[in-house]
């Protein structure tokens, strides 16, 4: 059984920065970040592959948010620069087998944290 759990939310004025953090336990899974907006779907954010050597993001976020990974702490990050309001979202990682953006791909979920975006 993986658990995870993230923090690192709160809320921040547009324009600024905020890390998230997931700790993990048991074993190295490929790892992924989603945010769901109020009255919205479960959006896919960026994923990082098991090494960190390969990462992939929703256009979205590309150049704004970095993805990455330390396996020796069993935790991965999510730092989000240049924040806009429609950022606004509960956001959650998770673990999973494949390199996928799909939801259904990943086996494990934290509880999520709330980002708020003021403008």
């Known amino acids: 059984q993986v658990q995870l759990v993230e923090s690192g939310g709160g809320l921040v004025q547009a324009g600024g920065s905020l890390r998230l953090s997931c700790a993990a336990s048991?074993?190295?899974?490929?790892m992924a970040w989603f945010r769901q907006a109020p009255g919205k779907e479960r959006e896919f954010v960026a994923l990082?592959?098991?090494?960190?050597?390969?990462?992939y993001y929703a256009d979205s976020v590309k150049e704004r948010f970095t993805i990455s990974r330390d396996n020796a702490k069993n935790t991965v990050y999510l730092q989000m620069n240049s924040l806009k309001p429609e950022d606004t979202a509960v956001y959650s990682c998770?673990?999973?087998?494949?390199?996928?953006?799909?939801?259904?791909?990943?086996?494990?979920w934290g509880q999520g944290t709330q980002v708020t975006v003021s403008s």
């Open positions: 048991g074993r190295t899974y490929v």
């Open positions: 990082i592959n098991r090494s960190g050597g390969s990462r």
């Open positions: 998770a673990a999973g087998t494949f390199s996928d953006v799909r939801v259904g791909n990943y086996d494990y």
